[in-house]
């Protein structure tokens, strides 16, 4: 082990990142990076520290400022524990955000890899946006809680990590709610608090071996500023194996908050409170082809403020309809297997896979809005971070044949991201080869309604990923395989938004919603008709966007 001790005189310090060979490295290749205080450990990581990074990631130093103390390293070549430096700004501050692998208009973190949205809320004008993040590697581990904000829920500014892992564990996912009406006590000076509820992932690491999976909660006293953990944690103790991923929402009906939980395979339980403190176990529910990041959400069906009803989902996209009756989630559906869900054949692609991973929904929005958004599972070997997350999707419920079914379309906060446009209606194929080149880039909005005819398959190919319609069988082939989509009438409606990690795909007002992750060629913008019959009519609408990082770098 080698050790230095310093003076936390400055506001970051700075580490070199190593590439990593592994999308997981094995744990001999890990370092331990112990920081303490006085022979007292306040934080500790595994990471890979490189005389030739590929990224400077940051380590928070404010919580310590002027304090004496002391970094330890353990395993591997010891003396890089010299490379590291305080500093008041980040190593790449003038590139940050702007780099030519990040994409434009989907959130990134500054540095390292980030999976799962959590905890996203609203308050006072901000959207808060927090997400799972390893900042000191390429891959899942030292699982952070990622913190950004908007005003317009399209242009972001990231701050300090929220929650840093502890002796309880890493940082695992949760959901965070405003307690508007201070049931629980904590608010102070008419301010509310703001609980952030996650899993306490005990022997995921060193420091926490030995502990089991809890449900704890950290709370902020300045609108979701800061936040620290209760001394009470943990709230929910550990119902069963690695149980995880709380998700809180109040239901007004009841009076109750409710609290859903996965447990393990398809089985998540809820749990209700009164003060967001203590708990009681209620039923266990299955969600059959479900796993983890369970969310809950309440609808309109129709629109219709008289038929309100409440969704559980599950990842990737399942979800069960039904309604409350006290302290009773009651289905009215049996689980409903969404659009990643309808697939008929498939084949293997490295380059490509269903993204669109443990969605979450915003609580606390105006006008019963119902946004969510989720991780884009695409890996980067270049630049200084990993996967991206989705556009923000609006969520409505809609009647249909086979019972109340949700649709998702692009929130209309994606607009804001316009920088130039393009348009034609009712003409023909030959019109793409007029699409003019400043309406073209790596990041795109654009919708095609086509004309379908009986026999006629539709293809297309945008930024060189091929879309096949087949009007037969209702099916839509993608590079991850073939999917229904259900009928679309005469009009096949496809709207697609790109990037250069993704390709978000919505079919017919969002009756079909898919994303696919993988990193797209720069080279690559353009949008060609493959296959279209003679005389199909087409309008077409694209919209280069814009840098969600360009207001508030």
Aim: aromatic share 12%.
């Amino acid at each position: 082990m080698q050790s230095r001790t310093f003076t936390a005189s400055t506001r970051y310090l700075l580490a070199p990142i190593a590439q990593e060979a592994h999308v997981f490295p094995p744990s001999g290749e890990l370092q331990i990076l112990g920081l303490y205080r006085q022979g007292q450990l306040l934080e500790e990581y595994e990471l890979q520290l490189s005389s030739q990074p590929r990224a400077w990631s940051v380590l928070f130093l404010q919580p310590y400022a002027g304090e004496e103390l002391e970094l330890r390293l353990e395993g591997g070549d010891e003396s890089l524990l010299d490379l590291l430096e305080l500093s008041n700004q980040f190593k790449d501050a003038e590139e940050l955000y702007h780099e030519p692998e990040r994409p434009l208009a989907h959130i990134t973190p500054a540095h390292g890899f980030m999976n799962d949205p959590n905890g996203l809320f609203y308050y006072n004008g901000t959207y808060h946006y927090f997400a799972q993040l390893n900042p000191y590697g390429f891959s899942p581990g030292n699982t952070h809680w990622m913190h950004m904000v908007s005003q317009d829920l399209a242009h972001w500014r990231e701050l300090p990590y929220a929650l840093l892992p502890d002796e309880t564990g890493r940082m695992y996912s949760g959901g965070g709610v405003v307690d508007e009406h201070n049931t629980s006590g904590l608010g102070r000076e008419g301010v509310p608090p703001v609980f952030l509820f996650y899993t306490a992932a005990g022997s995921k690491s060193r420091w926490s071996k030995g502990r089991p999976f809890e449900i704890a909660a950290a709370v902020s006293a300045d609108g979701g500023e800061t936040f620290q953990k209760l001394p009470e944690n943990p709230l929910v103790p550990n119902l069963c194996f690695m149980n995880r991923d709380p998700k809180v929402v109040w239901e007004p009906a009841g009076e109750n908050w409710v609290m859903a939980v996965f447990l393990d395979n398809d089985r998540y339980m809820l749990l209700y409170s009164k003060n967001l403190l203590d708990w009681e176990q209620g039923e266990t529910l299955h969600l059959y082809g479900a796993a983890e990041c369970p969310d809950l959400f309440c609808l309109p069906l129709d629109g219709d403020p008289a038929r309100m009803k409440w969704v559980l989902w599950g990842s990737t996209d399942c979800y069960m309809i039904g309604r409350f009756e006290g302290r009773r989630f009651i289905p009215e559906t049996p689980a409903v297997a969404g659009s990643s869900h309808k697939l008929f054949s498939a084949y293997s692609d490295s380059a490509w896979s269903p993204g669109g991973y443990a969605a979450q929904t915003f609580t606390g929005l105006p006008e019963g809005r119902v946004v969510q958004m989720a991780w884009i599972r695409a890996w980067r070997s270049s630049g200084p971070f990993s996967s991206c997350a989705s556009v923000p999707n609006e969520i409505s419920l809609h009647t249909t044949p086979e019972g109340p079914r949700l649709r998702i379309w692009p929130a209309r906060e994606v607009e804001t991201l316009y920088q130039s446009s393009f348009s034609f209606q009712n003409r023909g194929l030959e019109e793409f080869e007029r699409i003019p080149r400043q309406a073209l880039g790596e990041a795109m909005d654009m919708t095609m309604r086509l004309t379908v005819k009986k026999g006629c398959p539709i293809a297309v190919s945008v930024r060189g990923v091929l879309m096949v319609y087949e009007p037969e069988l209702h099916r839509l082939l993608l590079p991850s395989g073939a999917y229904d989509v259900g009928p679309v009438g005469d009009i096949l409606e496809l709207r697609v938004i790109t990037d250069r990690m993704s390709v978000e795909i919505y079919v017919n007002g969002g009756q079909f919603q898919i994303a696919l992750a993988g990193v797209l060629d720069p080279a690559h913008t353009e949008i060609k008709p493959v296959y279209l019959e003679p005389g199909v009519g087409v309008d077409f609408e694209v919209h280069r966007l814009g840098g969600l990082f360009d207001r508030e770098p």
